[in-house]
């Protein structure tokens, strides 16, 4: 099994290109099932889920064709509504394609995605939003079985908690439903704002994508369109982190520093001189050691959770005692164990973890438990004495773009190895 070995004592300085966002890019793939045409999806990033959405949409019948940063999904030929097992339990967004083949077929038999590392992760939300538009839906040996009689019927619908993926199955399925549906309490996130942006250009009309109140007009049909994914704030994050914690100056290119409100305030917390020009974003550190920040993860605009980890792991070597609080997601603290392996001071009460920095960290064999627990280990690995080893690191693929050979450019000494 692939594993990475990183080298700590580098500071990070150049200048870095940020891929397209993987949690954009995933649910409009399967978007593209809405359309009655090719969809033609850009600045596509080369990460394991991208290839596994497409491995699912490809198994639905639908015709794949993936050339460099472009992906074109013919859903002409879709002839199967199944989203296997197999699949699903590989990647928790695979449980977006319910909500189209729902409204485009009719029929949809998608598997329970089940839970991850993190957490428990249901899906009763998406099913409940589905429901309110007058699907009839069962879940029945491990498949959730959705069917509507003619199309889908536009309502009113609160979800009873921000849920990103319940939000885009319902405004997808939404797209193509009998009159008009209002979503209250939906999500913000920017991916949100990407996949209603991708919706209209295929012909469907959506107001209020990025708020908490979406309208939705159903349409007869979508057509085929291109659209380019939106940048990857939770991968600009983790470089501007990596350049915080070792003291650099890195500049991220191709990014959407209107995304990151959040995360940009706790880097300018932690000592951090940050300049934006334009998609440009660039992060001064000047050698000094970061402050340590105190944080809470809660829905967009608020702090995100896919950026928890990667500050704890700056919170291990900051000055100072960061108190980082976790809301989202119950088990989202597998890396505490990792991080304290590499000699840090972490102690967890509940949803609740107290970070005491301390001036080193040293290298040692580690295990990645998920996606960002993996970007922690390599940011903590960036600054301790010796060779951090990390293992299990495919979790690492399903989300970020040739880590490794970014990281080396800006200097740091980090290579893959069987
Ligand atoms: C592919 C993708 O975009 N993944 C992101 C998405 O995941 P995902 O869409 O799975 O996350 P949600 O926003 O749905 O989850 C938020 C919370 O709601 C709960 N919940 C969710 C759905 C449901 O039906 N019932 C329920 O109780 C979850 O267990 C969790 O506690 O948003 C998360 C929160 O920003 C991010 O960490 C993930 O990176
Ligand atoms: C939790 C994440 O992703 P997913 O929802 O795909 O598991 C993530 O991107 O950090």
């Known amino acids: 099994m692939q594993k990475i070995v990183v080298t700590g004592g580098a500071r990070l300085t150049g200048e870095v290109r940020i891929s ?51 992906m074109t999904v013919d859903p002409r030929s879709v002839n199967s509504h199944i ?28 598997s329970l995605p089940g839970g991850c590392a993190i957490g428990s992760r249901p899906v009763d939300l998406h099913i409940k939003g589905l429901q309110a538009l007058g699907a009839d839906i069962t879940v029945d040996h491990g498949f959730i079985k959705a069917r509507s009689n003619g199309r889908l019927k536009g309502a009113r619908h609160v979800f009873e908690l921000v849920s990103v993926g319940a939000t885009e199955n319902v405004l997808m399925a939404a797209a193509l439903a009998d009159g008009t549906t209002v979503l209250e309490n939906a999500a913000m996130e920017p991916e949100i704002v990407d996949l209603a942006h991708c919706l209209i250009a295929m012909g469907a ?65 932690a000592g951090a001189e940050i300049a934006i020009d334009g998609d440009r974003i660039t992060l001064d550190m000047q050698g000094k050691r970061p402050r340590a920040v105190n944080l809470t993860t809660a829905p967009h605009p608020a702090f995100p959770t896919d950026m928890q980890a990667q500050f704890m792991a700056l919170d291990c070597v900051a000055d100072g005692v960061g108190v980082i609080n976790e809301t989202i997601f119950e088990n989202r603290f597998m890396h505490v164990n990792e991080l304290v392996r590499l000699g840090a001071d972490i102690r967890v009460d509940g949803h ?67």
């Open 205 to 269: 009309k959506i107001e209020g994508a990025g708020t908490s109140r979406i309208v939705i007009e159903g349409v007869e049909a979508l057509h085929g369109c291109e659209h380019a994914v939106i940048a990857d704030r939770i991968e600009t994050g983790t470089f501007l982190v990596a350049a915080a914690m070792t003291g650099g100056r890195v500049a991220v290119t191709h990014a959407r520093p209107d995304t990151m409100d959040a995360v940009l305030d706790k880097l300018r917390e």
């Open 352 to 418: 609740t973890a107290v970070v005491r920095g301390s001036d080193t960290l040293s290298g040692a064999p580690v295990m990645a438990t998920d996606l960002r627990a993996s970007a922690s280990l390599i940011l903590a690995g960036l600054v301790a004495d010796g060779e951090t080893v990390i293992d299990r690191i495919y979790h690492l693929d399903r989300g970020y773009e040739n880590i490794e050979a970014k990281l080396s450019a800006l200097g740091a000494s980090i290579r893959r190895v069987d």
């Open 20 to 70: 397209g966002a993987k949690n954009a890019v995933l649910p409009i793939l399967c978007a593209t099932l809405l359309a009655d045409a090719p969809v033609r999806i850009t600045n596509v990033p080369r990460l394991h889920d991208v290839f596994t959405t497409a491995k699912l949409l490809a198994g639905l019948g639908a015709g794949i064709v993936h050339e460099g940063d472009a």
């Open 83 to 110: 989203a296997p097992y197999e699949l699903v339990k590989t990647m928790r967004a695979s449980v977006l394609v319910l909500g189209p083949l729902l409204a485009k077929f009719g029929d949809a038999e998608v």
